[in-house]
């Protein structure tokens, strides 16, 4: 990358930004799912759970798997970062990104439980598969990061939609310590923010 990216800009954690739906989703989706299990719906409940069991795995699976060749390859090219960075508190990342998406965030419990007058509790089963997988994700992450000794950030204007999306020219690096989220994007305890790259 060039020294473009080392100037001064905004850094969120790319793992952060992995993690940020995942408890929503495992949360509403379990709730949703609860709700679902006592509907008959058309199916019936027995139907709709091994249903719900399926499409948990596979949205667990494909939620973990998805970009992850793109992760990998963004990683092994990033670069570090320059002093001059700001990087962004863990909160405040997974905030952007919720606010960013807060309609489709605010239709999918509803729906999944719409949905279980069909299929009972599939969709919630749903919804937490795909929370299940990011959280997995965020922490093949972690493990990626310890392995390397560096922390992953990207570019806030580059990682609006996604930090493996086409738009973004590669990740920077800073130390293990850098920052107030552990490696895998987890709440660091007694963190405190570090604004330089250079730790």
Known sequence: MGNSNNGNSTLARVAVIVRAPAGWLWWAGLLAA???????????????????????????????????????????????????????????????????????????????????????????????????????????????ERRTGGLLWVRTEWAKGSPAAKGVRGYLTTGLAAGDAAPGGARRPAARTAVSAAS
């Not at 709709?48 to 798997?65: R, T």
């Open 34 to 144: 609860g709700i679902g299990a006592a509907l008959p719906g058309l199916t019936g409940r027995r139907i709709g759970v091994y249903a719900g069991a399926a499409l948990f795995v596979v949205a667990a699976a494909a939620a973990f798997g998805a970009r992850r060749g793109r992760y990998a390859r963004l990683a092994r090219a990033a670069s570090r970062a320059g002093k001059s960075v700001f990087l962004q508190d863990r909160a405040v990342t997974a905030r952007t990104w919720r606010r960013g998406r807060r309609w489709w965030l605010a239709l999918a419990f509803p729906a999944a439980v719409a949905s279980s007058l069909a299929v009972p509790a599939a969709g919630g089963m749903l919804l937490a598969g795909l929370g299940a997988g990011l959280w997995a994700k965020a922490r093949w992450l972690g493990d990626l």
